[in-house]
Structures are given as C-alpha cells and as structure tokens.
C-alpha cells in the first residue's frame, strides 16, 4: 500500500507537470468523511450531475468529479436481487486532470455503508432497545431476514462507533437527562432527541451530518 505522504507528493508532481499548480491539502485519513448522503434517489442523481461543481474529498480538487458506477448491494427483502444503494463517483486523473483516481460514494440515507442491514431496521432496533427490550427480543420483533448473530455484531459495531456519534449530537444539542446508564441507550436517548420527528432517525443522523452511523 502506498503511504499518503508518497501518493500526496505523486499528485503534487503530476498536478506541476501538467501546469495546473494548485496545492494540494494533506489526503484525508478519516474514511468516514468519504461518503455523502441524500434522502431520496432523485437527489443522488441530481448531485451526481452536479459534480464538476465539487471537490474531491479524498485530494480537495475541483472539476475533475465523473458518475463511475451504480452502488448495488444485497436486498434485504429478497435473496436474488440486489438493490441501488447510490452512485459511484471517480476522481478522474487521465489526460490533463489532476485528480487522484480514486473513488467514493453517494449512498441513499437508508443505506448502512458495507452493511446490508438498512438504517431503518437499526432505528427500529434501537427504539426497541429504549423501550427497555432485550436485544434478542428486539431483534426477533423486527422479523428480518437476517441471523441472530447479525443484530449482536451490529450492536458490537455501533459501541465502538459511540464516541465519533456523541460528538455529532452534542454540536447540536446537550444530551437529554435521562435513567439508562449503559452508554448506547444514553446515545440513542440523544439521537432521538434531536431528530424525534424523524421514524428512521439513523438515515436523519446521517443526512444531517453526512457521516455513517457505523463508520
């Protein structure tokens, strides 16, 4: 794998030879900055033919952003098809354009990135959780096709994920006085909280912010 320093200082060179000059800043660390979110498949197209208009978030350059390909995954409700999860882009660098060649994503707000479990069944998962259920309980009241052992790794992932999440939240609000201890109820007290008018109160976390929930 190519350290970031050395692909930063390939992309600088490239950038000088092909007379286009502007620095570059440091190539991002954080993954999860990478990803966008739009509420309804409308408005990933629409942004996706808006993307001259934007910058990398991997290199920062503008005008070099080109529609790659359909984000497809599986579909939770059948087992032979799959479902549009949104737009692959690509930072173009061939010919006279400085971008990086590398690619990222614009995901519908339901999507979980690299989960097929969708941010609706989480949200549900959640509320169920506050309502003073046991996961398994909770999880077996979903009636999703998906294993036991799905739900407790996804439980797993989101404890890990609670302090980038709590930030998010405290920009917004403080979090709201409540009786649960454990610090994933305290966090999805909070995200109810400051998205309550919202059902899927996930994919609303993720559209404000534009970061995924499980990173």
């Known amino acids: 794998m190519i350290a970031r320093g050395t692909e930063l200082r390939r992309l600088e060179r490239r950038r000088k030879k092909l007379g286009l000059g502007t620095p570059l800043r440091a190539v991002r660390s954080d993954a999860s900055s990478m990803h966008s979110f739009c509420r ?13 208009q934007q910058c990398c978030p991997h290199c920062d350059v503008r005008g070099t952003l ?22 692959r882009v ?23 990135p690299r989960h097929s479990v969708t941010s609706a069944l989480l949200a549900r998962l959640l509320w169920g959780l506050l309502a ?8 077996e009241a979903l009636r999703a096709p998906f294993a036991l052992e799905t739900f407790y790794r996804l439980r797993q992932r989101l404890r890990r994920r609670l302090d980038a999440v709590r930030v998010c ?5 403080p979090p709201p006085d409540g009786i649960h201890t454990d ?9 109810t909280s ?22």
Request: charged share 25%; net charge positive.
């Open 183 to 191: 610090p994933l109820l305290q966090t999805a007290a909070h995200l």
């Open 40 to 52: 309804r498949r409308a408005s990933v197209e629409s942004r996706a033919f808006s993307l001259k």
């Open 132 to 139: 003073g259920a046991a996961l398994k309980s909770a999880a």
């Open 169 to 173: 939240l405290c920009r917004e609000q």
């Open 90 to 112: 690509l930072c173009s660098n061939r010919g006279r354009r400085g971008g990086c060649g590398r690619t990222f994503g614009i995901f519908l707000a339901g999507v979980l």
């Open 66 to 87: 080109n529609r790659h390909s359909r984000l497809l995954g599986n579909d939770p409700d059948s087992a032979d098809t799959q479902r549009s999860r949104g737009q």
């Open 194 to 215: 400051v998205f309550g008018g919202e059902f899927d109160v996930v994919a609303a976390f993720q559209r404000h912010f534009q970061r995924p929930v499980l990173g």
